[in-house]
């Protein structure tokens, strides 16, 4: 038994080394992941505000009218939920999940979910959820491509009335080991107030500056309205990949510290057991020795 006991011990031992050798790698892959999304977020956010502040001082020369900006009465809203499509993160598909089927329960108006991710679609279609729209095999590095495909067609729902707003729950990244699961509107677009805008530094005046705008207001906005939510979107998937990069280093950092763990505790039990065998073995040999006397 005391020989049984040890061979089992030893093959989990081995067991769990291969498991930490696994677990220690996708430590490292999703480390070096996690340094290039966090460039390209760092690299979108600039020209993010920068559009979003080009916006509020076009909107701000008169009042200027774009079927984007239109509020009409909620009926229909859809729920964008931008999730990874694998798991070994951690919470990070949990939390994004619990919060849309939140914002989805609390909704007054009928909600309709669009699916950017495998695991959030698959997690509402095992519930009877059905979805609008679904994207699924994004790929570790989301491009402007995605983005714009994705935009257009959230845009296109909207101008068609078939939603009346359009809302999105994805993951923001604010470090490797701090990420915030947040729920934005998209759709329809508010420009941006006068108070969001930068103000001027204590006891300076600065003079109102006017913008000429070429071709004229109205051409520019037609353009830039739907650029906003297209860069808004990009950045969302940016965010949201970043994030999941984050969360799985971090689970599979602490996955790897507990391997190391429960290696140590195997091994004692091991040497114990082995000691124990030993000492038996002694024990019988010396009674072997004092019965032939």
């Not at 993010?48 to 009218?65: I, T, W, Y």
């Not at 079927?67 to 964008?80: C, H, I, K, N």
């Not at 994805?170 to 805008?197: D, G, N």
Request: charge should be positive; hydrophobic fraction near 40%; charged fraction near 30%.
């Amino acid at each position: 038994m005391a020989g049984k006991g040890k061979r089992e011990i030893s093959r989990r031992i081995k067991a769990v080394k291969s498991t930490q050798q696994i677990t220690k790698a996708m430590k490292l892959v999703a480390a070096a992941k996690l340094r290039r999304a966090q460039e390209r977020v760092l690299a979108a956010r600039p020209y993010a505000r920068r559009l979003e502040e080009v916006l509020g001082r076009l909107s701000a020369q008169g009042e200027l009218q774009h079927p984007l900006f239109e509020q009409r009465e909620r009926r229909r809203v859809a729920y964008v939920i931008v999730t990874g499509d694998r798991g070994l993160c951690g919470s990070y598909n949990v939390n994004i999940i619990r919060k849309a089927a939140s914002a989805m329960r609390s909704s007054a108006a009928e909600p309709v979910p669009v699916a950017i991710g495998r695991k959030g679609r698959d997690f509402f279609t095992r519930r009877g959820r059905k979805f609008l729209r679904e994207w699924v095999g994004v790929g570790e590095d989301p491009n402007f491509v995605l983005a714009k495909e994705i935009a257009g067609a959230l845009m296109s729902l909207f101008l068609s009335g078939e939603v009346d707003e359009a809302r999105l729950i994805y993951t923001e990244f604010i470090s490797a080991l701090r990420q915030k699961p947040v729920e934005v509107q998209l759709l329809p677009v508010a420009p941006p107030e006068a108070e969001s805008r930068p103000r001027p530094a204590k006891g300076r005046a600065v003079a109102e500056v006017q913008y000429l705008f070429e071709p004229s207001g109205p051409e520019v906005l037609d353009v830039l309205v739907p650029k906003s939510v297209e860069v808004q979107v990009y950045r969302t998937l940016l965010e949201a990949k970043a994030s999941e990069q984050g969360a799985r280093m971090t689970a599979m950092g602490s996955a790897t510290d507990n391997a190391t763990e429960m290696i140590g505790k195997l091994t004692l039990a091991f040497n114990r057991a082995r000691q124990a065998a030993i000492t038996r073995e002694i024990s019988e040999i010396v009674g072997g020795a004092e019965a032939l006397k």
